[in-house]
């Protein structure tokens, strides 16, 4: 479905890649940037010991960090040159344990506006037990320093 | 508020303590427990280069970290002997740029249960300017381990 | 995907329409159960004056009130005999005027689970201008009633 | 603390109340708006069978709805003039069954913002059993319609 949005840029995936590259955070925890499509982004996290809860699992944090940078540039992807993308709220439900090898985290828009875009995002593990959801996210991103007139949600 | 519930036993602060200091996470982050009360916890966290975002704030991971962890062992200071929190799901709203030299996150319980416990957080900067609220959040906390039957979510 | 979910007993459907029937407030909205599967069920609410806000279109608390409804039913027909589901909590984006001639709620289940059933429901509206999905909202359930030892959140 | 926000326009109150009296779901719902100052509405809705769920309590639509509407039109007193304000989402978090005689719901400004204002709501259950908070909100409003320039978040 998310295939069928329109990027207002031809260079939306250099515009997310180049914001994503700034974000020190992202480089701390070894997050990298997989996948860029129109409304679509894949943040692909490997497991490290330094990002665990108490019982050795990824921490909730790290599982929320990729999914909002996933669904923010999601809706990034779609936005004007010289906008930039903030979120303005998200929820997040932990369906499991974060328990794997390796984390995917997939951002999607659900509708794109023009201050306001919903999104929403899935993150995936992936282990010796196969692949498990491990949280869903609805989120609100809002579109910032690319407007010129009275813009509407 | 806060400091009308009780707890279910008298070591509650001691379980809080032992359990942050095994989220590695948080240690990597250069998070504090500052305050450990009966349905109140304050975790705090000094500004550092490698946790910004693309603007050079606090990126809003670091700051969703603290607030659910606050909540979460908010709700675990009325939790009974031998129980674990999990953290059911989160929303944030992310109020102003996470700007400053150190964040404190308080989390409160709104209403305990004997499974599920609402907790309310808020992230406040510290700078230059003075005081800034950053973010607030609304969380549903289970508790795990200690029942009876061994149920989980 | 729904599909792939098991109910536990035979008259998951007959149990939900049971439910249903006992909600006045549905009745008084002329909501209507249209479609009951096992992890889905759908809810129709047609176009009402007296259930508009301040501009005509179908009230936020309409399209909420269908699309929660929707969402814990999902969750039923995944629990045990005897059980009861209730709302722990949700959240939901309202993207586009509620207006139309009728509108459809579905509940999905994202994750059933022994206390916690997490769901995922959108809301479309029916018109002149053709299907708009109008809402779309994340749901957090409680089963109670059909536990061992009477535990209620 | 919602006290101290300042009305941008001296018939603050009016709008509201001429906004909220063209809510055709409130008048079925039979709501009245009981008090409205800067940043902090409560609405009051008595208890009504029409309005029940499954076991006789009010319906969770029934304290959304007030609930949502509080925020609302808490938000909407600190705006200007020509503004109306419409929900992009909401969280409610339902803490105990809807069982009173009549229900108040408050919604205050948590922090106002030119596009984006973000509210906090309860709603309080009055009964033979004395005060029950039964529901806790946190929203994010939008302003529209009054927009002259590139406003921000």
New interface residues.
């Given amino acids: 479905m998310a295939a069928a949005w329109q990027p207002k840029t031809p260079d939306y995936a250099q515009r997310v890649r180049e914001?994503?590259a700034?974000?020190?955070?992202m480089?701390?925890f070894g997050a990298e940037l997989v996948r860029v499509e129109p409304g679509l982004v894949e943040i692909r996290l490997p497991f490290r010991?330094?990002?665990?809860?108490?019982h050795g699992y990824l921490?909730?944090?790290?599982v929320?960090?990729i999914a909002?940078?996933a669904c923010g540039y999601a809706a990034l992807t779609l936005m004007p040159a010289g906008a930039?993308v903030?979120?303005?709220?998200?929820?997040?439900?932990?369906?499991?344990p974060a328990k794997g090898d390796a984390f995917l985290a997939r951002g999607r828009v659900?509708?794109p506006g023009r201050?306001?875009t919903?999104c929403?995002g899935d993150v995936v593990a992936y282990g010796a037990d196969g692949e498990t959801?491990v949280a869903?996210?609805?989120a609100?991103m809002?579109q910032?320093g690319a407007?010129?007139?009275?813009?509407?949600?």
């Fill in positions: 914001s994503f700034k974000q020190r955070i480089a701390l010991p330094e990002l665990t809860q108490q921490h909730a944090a790290a929320t960090a909002d940078s930039e903030l979120s303005v709220e998200f929820k997040i439900n932990l369906l499991a659900v509708r201050t306001i919903v929403a959801v869903t996210m609805l609100t809002i910032v407007r010129t007139e009275g813009d509407r949600a």
